[in-house]
């Protein structure tokens, strides 16, 4: 079975550019999570998705990032215009949806490690 | 308030010894998951063992075991027979459950204990 997928695995931008990650997860999953993971701390959640929509974006910065997931596959984050505070690895994670005794694990991609310069 | 609070930042242990990571949690929902991830140096998360808080027994994995004091709201990591390959970045994380009585199984995560097996 394939993993959850993530390009690019790193980038380097100026401060005030923008970059797009790109993350397909594993066949069937309908959930699907942005965590953003900056250097020596747990991961965060940005935002997660249900299938094609938006479950929680709470701590998502909106002026800056945004996501979509359309068709409920394969989903996209941009970060526009980036500052240097936004360095950090991004992680992707899909799941499938929890029923009885699942334990409805996540699973994750081996993410993409963003510089912001 | 941390949800997920790991206390030791950092961890030794001696190949071949078992180590134990701690973990405390706060939550007032009485249907809640517990989980800890591996992360080594290559950066992808592994997912390890998982604790309902129902369970009546603690979870166990091969060399992991989960050590689930409820009362305490502790959920530690034991790794008995710990290998050189262990040594990694290990992660307590807790999925509740919504107001609405849902899980969508979003993770809220600790700051992690860096764990290095000594030879």
């Keep these: 079975e394939a993993g959850v997928a993530q390009s690019p695995r790193y980038k380097i931008i100026e401060k005030r550019q923008s970059v797009a990650f790109w993350c397909n997860p594993i066949s069937g999953h309908a959930t699907l999570y942005w965590y953003q993971q900056i250097l020596g701390q747990g991961p965060k959640l940005l935002i997660q998705f249900q299938n094609n929509g938006v479950v ?62 | 308030a941390q949800k997920i609070t790991q206390t030791q930042p950092g961890m030794f242990v001696q190949e071949k010894e078992a180590v134990t990571l701690d973990c405390t949690y706060d939550t007032s929902d009485p249907s809640y998951g517990l989980f800890w991830y591996k992360q080594p140096s290559s950066g992808e998360m592994i997912f390890l063992i998982y604790q309902g808080s129902y369970d009546q027994q603690n979870a166990t994995e091969g060399r992991y075991s989960l050590n689930f004091q409820k009362a305490r709201k502790s959920a530690n990591l034991v790794i008995s027979a710990s290998q050189l390959g262990d040594s990694a970045m290990y992660f307590c994380a807790m999925r509740e459950t919504t107001a609405g009585g849902t899980s969508y199984g979003k993770l809220t995560f600790g700051q992690g204990t860096i764990l290095t097996v000594h030879p």
């Design chain 1, 56 to 117: 929680d974006d709470s701590q998502l910065p909106k002026d800056r990032f945004s996501a979509e997931r359309l068709k409920g596959v394969d989903s996209t984050l941009k970060i526009q215009p980036a500052k240097l505070e936004d360095s950090a690895v991004y992680l992707c994670a899909s799941s499938l949806a929890i029923r009885g005794r699942h334990t409805g694990e996540l699973f994750f991609g081996e993410g993409s490690r963003l510089t912001v310069l």
